[in-house]
């Protein structure tokens, strides 16, 4: 257990529908790191937070957003979703504002029908 | 751009047996590199990284990797492979002085051990 909790676990949706992914990170922990991993695109950075600011971009789609809040929980928006869409998304966390030492959660695997 | 290039897809030892994945990168400037292994349905683990310094860096479960700079690679290696290596290993590298500092995995190679 890395300390890092990812809601849901699993989520199935339809084409054209908005969902909202969860991330908690390690107590202490500034920075959080969202990924998203699918069988043709491989492991994917999306974007990375901290302490509340937006810090890095990877490839994210427009359609995709994130916020961190105050208390250091993020959520990763997905809208207007399709099936290309369907994925294990990861969240890391880690206590600088670096790739250092990232910590992973289990994931929230996504399914796009 | 970075890039960063894992050749072997997948890959089948028997125990005991060494192991060596490649992993090289695209980037002139200096360099973080990280391999990463996800043990089947669990969650991506870091086994080794390498910022500065001697550029064989030491991991955990018996994991090592070289950097060598000159042929812009981080292979890692393990001398004796054993059944609960079976995962999957990502390599990563971060170019921390570029203005667009971001992490870039490698495609991943999976390593089946034969017991």
């Known amino acids: 257990d890395s300390g890092v909790t990812q809601t849901p676990k699993h989520l199935i949706t339809a084409t054209g529908q908005r969902v909202t992914l969860r991330c908690s990170p390690r107590?202490?922990?500034?920075?959080v790191y969202w990924y998203q991993q699918s069988l043709d695109q491989g492991l994917q950075f999306l974007i990375q937070?901290?302490?509340?600011?937006?810090?890095a971009k990877g490839n994210i789609l427009e359609r995709f957003s994130a916020q961190q809040f105050p208390d250091l929980h993020s959520e990763l928006n997905l809208s207007s979703l399709e099936l290309g869409d369907s994925a294990l998304y990861f969240c890391?966390?880690?206590?600088?504002?670096?790739?250092?030492?990232?910590?992973f959660g289990p994931g929230t695997r996504l399914t796009v029908l | 751009a970075q890039s960063v290039s894992q050749h072997n897809h997948h890959v089948i030892l028997s125990e005991a047996a060494s192991l060596e994945l490649g992993c090289n990168y695209s980037?002139?400037?200096?360099?973080?590199l990280f391999w990463y292994v996800q043990y089947p349905g669990q969650h991506l683990q870091l086994l080794l990284k390498?910022?500065?310094?001697?550029?064989l860096v030491k991991g955990i479960k018996g994991f090592e990797a070289e950097f060598i700079k000159s042929k812009f690679s981080f292979n890692l290696r393990k001398p004796s492979v054993q059944w609960s290596d079976t995962a999957e290993y990502f390599c990563?590298?971060?170019?921390?002085?570029?203005?667009?500092?971001?992490?870039?995995f490698g495609s991943g190679t999976r390593l089946s051990i034969r017991p």
């Open positions: 890391a966390s880690s206590v600088e504002n670096s790739y250092n030492e990232q910590f």
């Open positions: 107590s202490g922990d500034l920075s």
């Open positions: 937070y901290y302490n509340g600011e937006e810090r």
């Open positions: 980037y002139g400037g200096t360099v973080n």
């Open positions: 390498y910022f500065s310094g001697d550029p």
């Open positions: 990563a590298v971060n170019a921390p002085d570029s203005s667009a500092s971001k992490i870039i």
